[in-house]
């Protein structure tokens, strides 16, 4: 496995085209403008993570890790919708309307596109995970002081998920489970294991700060990985002449189109027929389509079929009208999102 040329920098590795699928496993890393500040204090950050519970809430996300620095952060999540991009939209979105309104600014508050490269599990996301939580000894002011200060200062350190893997506290958001399990057959397990694993990084050259930066760039992984993520790319690539093709099918977890049909239906109090059948300004079919990208893991042009839409830029626009809902629209979206995920 190649390491990251010296020099390069984990944001400046820009990539087109963005790979999703259902269960893909991500380290997302994401850079205040121009590299301001996006945290000027503790009500910045508190308020971050309530975003961060919400939007995991949302979109369905397993929460594996994250980090929070003065001008950037880094999380670890899993995607069992394949919807990465929805999760970090919402994320960005949420947070950038409360700085900005906070601290009496306009403009972007965050560097262009996010970072976002894809983890193998096993020994990859448990090493990545060391490499991110050592994060904050590995800047100026900490990371020439003496190991035993370096841990010291990460065990204050109040804005990373390390305290939660390491039994000081739980977070009802964060899994830390899966990455706990990979730990267990060289150092020990649970929690103190845990401890060991990250605090050995600051030593062990071999393993920490200098070893797990990603490999590729696509992600971080054996090589079988790599060529996978290489194929998937490619076949991606091969569709972005047709926009409404770029995203993956999503696959995994699934809902029957017939099920999602029925389930807007009824929630909206209407025949499943009505809607397949043209109508102007018909907020129903809207959700039928949204339902149907998110839950039955179709293509704008696969809805666009089955709701007779015309085409996938159709059925984008359609989508697009969900935004901002009024109260009584936001309750029946989430009225579906309760009943389809229940159902799955």
């Known amino acids: 496995m190649t390491i990251l040329p010296a020099g390069v920098s984990l944001f400046s590795m820009a990539r087109k085209l963005r790979i999703q699928f259902a269960g893909a496993i991500y380290h997302v890393a994401v850079r205040g403008n121009a590299r301001q500040v ?40 899993e995607t069992p919708l394949g919807n990465l991009s929805d999760f970090m939209g919402g994320l960005i979105t949420s947070y950038a309307v409360y700085f900005n309104k906070r601290h009496q600014r306009s403009g972007h508050l965050t560097q262009g596109r996010y970072g976002a490269w894809l983890v193998q599990g096993d020994k990859y996301l448990l090493n ?10 590995h800047v100026r002011g900490i990371k020439d002081k003496s190991r035993a200060e370096r841990i010291k200062y990460l065990g204050s350190y109040r804005w990373s998920s390390l ?24 150092w020990g397990g649970g929690n103190r294991g845990y401890r060991r694993f990250v605090e050995n990084g600051l030593t062990d050259q071999d393993m920490s700060w200098t070893k797990w930066p990603e490999t590729s760039p696509l992600g971080v992984g054996s090589d079988e990985f790599l060529a996978e993520l290489e194929e998937r ?34 929630v909206f109090g209407i025949p499943k027929e009505n809607l397949i059948c043209r109508r102007r300004n018909a907020t129903d079919r809207a ?35 969900l935004i901002n809902p009024p109260t009584s629209l936001k309750e029946k979206l989430a009225r579906v999102e309760q009943q389809l995920l229940t159902s799955n």
């Not at 949302?58 to 952060?73: D, E, K």
């Not at 990545?128 to 000894?137: G, I, M, Q």
């Not at 977070?171 to 399990?181: D, N, V, Y």
């Open 38 to 77: 996006i945290f000027m204090d503790d009500r910045d950050r508190e308020r971050f993570l309530e975003s961060l519970a919400g939007a995991v809430k949302t979109y369905t996300v397993r929460l594996y890790l994250f980090c929070l620095m003065p001008n950037h952060f880094h999380l670890l999540v």
């Open 128 to 137: 990545l995970s060391r490499y991110l939580h050592l994060n904050p000894v």
């Open 163 to 186: 305290r939660f893997y390491t039994g000081h506290k739980r977070m009802s958001f964060l899994h830390t489970g899966p990455i706990l399990a990979q730990v267990t057959a060289h």
């Open 233 to 266: 790319y490619r076949t991606q690539a091969d569709k972005a002449t047709k926009r409404e093709d770029v995203a993956f099918r999503k696959v995994g977890r699934r809902a029957e189109t017939d099920t999602v049909l029925i389930t807007v239906a009824k």
């Open 287 to 321: 959700v039928a389509a949204w339902s149907l990208v998110r839950f039955a893991g179709l293509t704008q042009r696969a809805v666009a079929h089955v709701l007779h839409m015309g085409s996938g830029s159709a059925v984008s626009q359609q989508i697009k009208r």
